[in-house]
């Protein structure tokens, strides 16, 4: 995979051209800055922008008046060099750094296998997003105040896939697929698998289960914010890594 021309991909077509990720968001897009703004209890965040030394402060301390939980999604390899002291600077305040991986559809050789007693299944109602919730908490050890929404509003969008691995009937992995229409990309998110049930596959079938799907529709790559805990795991499926992303967020 040519690493180079993957990268300047994903931030046209993910970044620069950005879509809505919910019926109810929009875009917004400014000369310095692109913004996907969901409203209340939703995703609101700059996704790109394209600033210099000389503009930054000022576009940066613009963005600090858009209230508390406000997210600046930066990536490794965004300018100025400095940007994400000048975040800080303003009032940001730096969430864990995720890696963005990504791989090709074509170039992955998948072949999970689930451990005994464990089926996976589509998540198709709001019953099955609680299921989600339910295990997506327990294993990342959290509340997630806005999940439940998030899904809810996507819950049998033909974009989106939402899976739950189940074992008889106790949820014990949860992850979900985003279908990037117009680009060439599919998103994968969550897989968070309880801690008793770690090392034995599950997260591994997830992935494979949805890039069968991705295949399916056409996409060309899958795309990851990879914790530090499942990049190991990703890159033994051949997922390599392109950049950082790291979440900047507006105190509450």
Known sequence: MDVGFVLGLFDRQMRREARPETPGARIERSERVIRHIGGEG?????IWSDLEESTAD???AEQAQ???GFEWKLYGH????DLADRLRTAGFEAEEPETLMVAAV??????PRLPGGVRVEEVTDPAGVELMVDVSERAFGASIPWLRARLLAQVGSPTTQMLVAMAGDEPVSAARMDLH???AFASLWGGGTLEQWRGRGIYRALVAHRARRAAEKGFDYLQVDATDQSRPILERLGVGALTTTTPFVLPG
């Open 66 to 68: 858009m209230g508390a």
């Open 58 to 60: 000022a576009v940066i």
């Open 106 to 111: 074509s170039e992955l050789r998948l072949q």
């Open 42 to 46: 939703d995703w609101n965040a700059v």
């Open 78 to 81: 965004d300018r100025p060099a």
């Open 181 to 183: 229409p117009g680009t």
